[in-house]
């Protein structure tokens, strides 16, 4: 079993910067792909980014290249996305996910964190 706590979403203005952090439990951390999602009012829950298991690969939902970067460290059990630029339209619950396989993916997550709220004002 997998444990997961975001933490670091807040309110900020459009153009602005957040770092959100997601803290794992368990000795298996190093070795799941980890992924991010997000969730806007009266919209699906969506893909935004995924890093495999060494923090060598990752991929992006389109609306999230080049603005936002994710990134782990292995030794704290914690993974991370940094999103600058930020747009009105990034507002929403973020969530985090685990898989039990260590190659990255854009769905089939295992394990989801309770999410950390993101707004961006205009």
């Known amino acids: 079993q997998v444990q997961l706590v975001e933490s670091g979403g807040g309110l900020v203005q459009a153009g602005g910067s957040l770092r959100l952090s997601c803290a794992a439990s368990?000795?298996?951390?190093?070795?799941?792909?980890m992924g991010w999602f997000r969730q806007a009012p009266g919209k699906e829950r969506e893909f935004v980014a995924a890093?495999?298991?060494?923090?060598?690969?990752?991929v992006y939902a389109d609306s999230a290249k080049g603005r936002f970067t994710i990134s782990r460290d292995n030794a704290k059990n914690t993974v991370y996305l940094q999103m600058n630029s930020l747009k009105p339209e990034d507002t929403g619950v973020y969530y985090c996910?685990?898989?039990?396989?260590?190659?990255?993916?854009?769905?089939?997550?295992?394990?989801w964190g309770q999410g950390t709220q993101v707004t961006v004002s205009s």
């Open positions: 890093i495999n298991w060494t923090g060598g690969r990752t």
């Open positions: 996910a685990a898989r039990d396989l260590s190659y990255v993916s854009t769905s089939n997550y295992d394990y």
């Open positions: 368990g000795r298996t951390f190093s070795s799941r792909a």
